[in-house]
C-alpha cells in the first residue's frame, strides 16, 4: 500500500526560484533552447496544437518571433498540410504572381498602367503573344531610352537569365549575385512561374530580422500535429516540408504512440518527433527508445483540461517535468505542455528540467489565433476551448482520436469552453513573455537556458507563501500587460 503514493505532486505556484549572483543584466541574457534533437528555437515557446491556437497566422507569427507554431490536427490533412505550406512560403521573397508587360505595350502604355496601379518598383518581365517569356524591362532599359513611345521589344533586355521553378531563395542569391541582376524570373518550358526580386531576396538571407526561426533555405519553421496511425497525415504534411511532427495525444504512453513516433523516424528520418504527452519517467524512456527526438510533458495542467477531475488522473506540472527530465538526463529535450499562465512560470519549468514551453491560453487571446473574437459586457474577449472539450470533439475526427473514441462513442469531455481577454498582437504577448523569463535568468544568475536549467534551485511555497506572491492587500484599478489571476 505504502507504494501506492509513488511522490508528492508539486506546481507552479508550489515552488519559487531562489536569487543567485548575477555579473550582467537581464537583458545581456540569451533565451534561445533546444526544442529537439535537431531544432533549436530561439525563443523557448511553442504555440499549443489546438483549434482556437495554431493554424498559419499564428504559427507565421510563432516562427516570427523565434519560436514556433504547431498546427492542429483537427483539419482535414489536405487543410492542414496548406496551412504548413503558408507558413513555409511566408518569407521565401518569392513573387508567385508577377506584373508582366507585353511585346505590344509601349513606355508610354507601361508609364500609364504604373501610375494607374500604382506600382514603384522596375524590372517587368516581357510576355510575347504566346505567353513566352521573351525579355525584362529594367529600370536602366527606361532611363536610356530616348523616346517615350519607343516599343518595348527595342528597349528591353533579351538575354534574360532564368532558373528553374524548384530555385530556393538561397540558389536565387547566388545567380542573382553573380549576375547583377535585379529580377530572376523562374520558368518552366518557356512560361514565366514566379520571379524573386532581389531586393526582397537579400533583405531575407542577410538577415536584418536575426529572431526568425529559420530552416537552411530561410525559410519559417512549423510543426504540426498527428494523431497514431495517422500514417497519410504524416506523408502530406512531409510533402509540404514540416519541420517537425508532433504526435500529439492525451495519453503518450501508450502503444499507439511509441508505434507511430518510429513509423514517422523510420519513414522520414529527416522530420524530427515530438512525443506525448506523458508525466512520467518510464513514459521519456519508452518515447526515447522509439526514436522520438523530444517529449512533450503535461497531463492535466491545461487551463482548459479537465482531466484531473474527470478521470482523476494527471501529475502537478513542476513533478511531471522533473520526473521526465530526470530520466531522460539530457539526451532529448523536453516540451512543458499547458498551465502556464504568466511569465514567471516559464522559468519555473525549466529550472524544473524542461528546455521549452508550450502554451495554449497565453496565445489563444491574441489578434492571429484562428478563435472566434466577440464582445462581453462591453470588453474583446476571444473564445477558446479544449481539444477535449464537447464541440471539439463533435467538430473533427482528429480530437475524438486523440481521446480514443469511436464515432458510435458518446462523447465524454476531458476539457471546456471559454474565452479569454482579447490580448492584443503575438509579438506585443511575446515580448513580455521574453523579458519576463530574460528577467528570471537575472535573478537567478543564469546567462542562458542551459546555465539556468543546471543552477536552478527551487524553495518549497506555504500557502501564505503563494498568497503573498500575487498582488494583495489593494484593489487593482489599473491592468498591468503581464499580470492575470
Ligand atoms: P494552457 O496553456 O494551460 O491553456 O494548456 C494548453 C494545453 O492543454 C494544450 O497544449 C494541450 O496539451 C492541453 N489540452 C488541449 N485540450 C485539452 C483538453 O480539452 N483537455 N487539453
Known amino acids: 500500500f505504502m507504494n501506492t503514493f509513488k511522490y508528492e505532486g508539486l506546481t507552479f505556484d508550489d515552488v519559487s526560484l531562489i536569487t543567485q549572483y548575477a555579473d550582467f543584466l537581464p537583458g545581456d541574457t540569451d533565451i534561445s533552447s533546444r526544442l529537439t534533437r535537431n531544432v533549436s528555437v530561439k525563443i523557448p515557446f511553442l504555440s499549443a496544437a489546438m483549434d482556437t491556437v495554431t493554424e498559419g497566422r499564428m504559427a507565421n507569427a510563432m516562427a516570427m518571433m523565434g519560436g514556433i507554431g504547431v498546427i492542429h490536427k483537427n483539419l ?72 517615350k513611345r519607343a516599343s518595348v521589344t527595342d528597349i528591353m533586355t533579351k538575354n534574360v537569365i532564368t532558373a528553374s521553378p524548384d530555385t530556393n531563395l538561397k540558389q536565387a542569391y547566388e545567380i542573382m549575385q553573380e549576375h547583377k541582376i535585379g529580377k530572376l524570373p523562374l520558368v518552366d518550358k518557356g512560361k514565366l512561374v514566379a520571379l524573386y526580386s ?11 530580422e536575426p529572431l ?42 501508450t502503444k499507439g504512440v511509441i508505434d507511430m513516433v518510429s ?13 506525448g504527452n506523458i508525466a512520467t519517467g518510464e513514459a521519456a524512456l519508452a518515447l526515447r527508445d522509439a526514436g522520438a527526438d523530444a517529449v512533450k510533458v503535461g497531463i492535466g495542467p491545461g487551463s482548459i483540461c479537465t482531466t484531473r477531475v474527470v478521470a482523476g488522473v494527471g501529475i502537478p506540472q513542476i513533478s511531471a517535468i522533473y520526473a521526465a527530465a530526470s ?30 514551453v508550450m502554451m495554449g491560453s497565453v496565445l489563444a487571446g491574441t489578434e492571429e489565433s484562428p478563435g472566434e473574437k466577440i464582445i462581453y ?109
Not at 198 to 208: H, P, Q, T
Open 377 to 485: 459586457e462591453g470588453r474583446q474577449f476571444v473564445i477558446y476551448r479544449g481539444m477535449g472539450s464537447l464541440d471539439a470533439m463533435k467538430s473533427r475526427e482528429g480530437s475524438r482520436q486523440r481521446y480514443g473514441l469511436s464515432d458510435d462513442d458518446d462523447i465524454v469531455p476531458q476539457g471546456i469552453e471559454g474565452m479569454v481577454p482579447f490580448a492584443g498582437t503575438v509579438s506585443k504577448v511575446m515580448k513580455q513573455y521574453c523579458g519576463g523569463l530574460q528577467a528570471s535568468l537575472g535573478y537567478c544568475g543564469a546567462r542562458t537556458i542551459p546555465e539556468l536549467k543546471s543552477t536552478g534551485k527551487f524553495v518549497r511555497v506555504s500557502g501564505a507563501g503563494a498568497v503573498e506572491a500575487h498582488a494583495h492587500d489593494i484593489k487593482i484599478t489599473k491592468e498591468a500587460p503581464n499580470y492575470r489571476r
Open 212 to 253: 526568425f526561426n529559420r530552416d537552411e533555405q530561410y525559410r519559417l519553421r512549423v510543426a504540426a500535429g498527428v494523431g497514431p496511425g495517422d500514417y497519410e497525415r504524416a506523408e502530406i504534411l512531409n510533402d509540404r516540408e514540416v519541420d517537425v511532427l508532433v504526435v500529439d495525444t492525451a495519453h503518450g504512453h
Open 263 to 275: 513509423w514517422v523516424k523510420n519513414k522520414f528520418p529527416h522530420i524530427d518527433v515530438i512525443g
Open 198 to 208: 532581389y531586393a526582397d531576396v537579400r533583405r531575407l538571407i542577410e538577415n536584418e
Open 76 to 147: 482535414e490533412p489536405e487543410v492542414q498540410a496548406q496551412q504548413v505550406s503558408r507558413v513555409k512560403h511566408h518569407l521565401n521573397g518569392l513573387i508567385s504572381d508577377p506584373i508582366t508587360f507585353s511585346t505590344n505595350d509601349t513606355l508610354e502604355t507601361i508609364a500609364i498602367r504604373r501610375a494607374e496601379k500604382g506600382y514603384s518598383f522596375n524590372g517587368f518581365p516581357i510576355m510575347d503573344n504566346d505567353g513566352k517569356l521573351v525579355g525584362i524591362l529594367t529600370s536602366k532599359d527606361i532611363r536610356f531610352s530616348r523616346s
Open 327 to 356: 530520466a531522460l538526463k539530457g539526451e532529448i529535450p523536453v516540451v512543458a505542455d499547458g498551465g502556464i499562465r504568466n511569465s514567471g512560470d516559464i522559468a519555473k519549468a525549466l529550472v524544473a528540467g524542461a528546455d521549452t
